[in-house]
Nanobody, 123 residues
Framework: VQLQASGGGSVQAGGSLRLSCVVS????????TAWFRQAPGKEREFVAG????????YYTDSVKGRFTVSKVSAKNTVYLQMNSLKPEDTAVYYC?????????????????WGQGTLVTVSS
């Protein structure tokens, strides 16, 4: 399984970005994909996740109402639409996949990781 994340960039506060994560080698719908982020000097934290079977979505409180995670199974792609961006959203964003339908909020439960894409939000 390989994950390829893209879509990061630099925006001003209040702007929007859409991240994409293309998953190759996924052989089952019994899987979950999550977005994590890591800011300089901070631990990696869960942002949002989606189940490939059923499409249930999950968010950390700080992004609820601003971010939307979705998937297009036919394209093996997971998206993270980020609106109303704030400077505190600045981080490297990673997508990750685990087998099993549970979306876990800790990074150690995910087996496969993309390379990360940098999001910078200026005030």
């Amino acid at each position: 399984v390989q994950l390829q994340a893209s879509g990061g960039g630099s925006v001003q506060a209040g702007g929007s970005l859409r991240l994409s994560c293309v998953v190759s080698g996924r052989t089952s719908n019994d899987a979950a994909t999550a977005w994590f982020r890591q800011a300089p000097g901070k631990e990696r934290e869960f942002v949002a996740g989606v189940r490939w079977s059923g499409g249930n979505t999950y968010y950390t409180d700080s992004v609820k109402g601003r971010f939307t995670v979705s998937k297009v199974s036919a394209k093996n792609t997971v998206y993270l639409q980020m609106n109303s961006l704030k400077p505190e959203d600045t981080a490297v964003y990673y997508c990750a996949l685990r087998w099993g339908s549970t979306v876990h909020y800790t990074s150690d439960r995910y087996t496969y990781w993309g390379q990360g894409t940098l999001v910078t939000v200026s005030s």
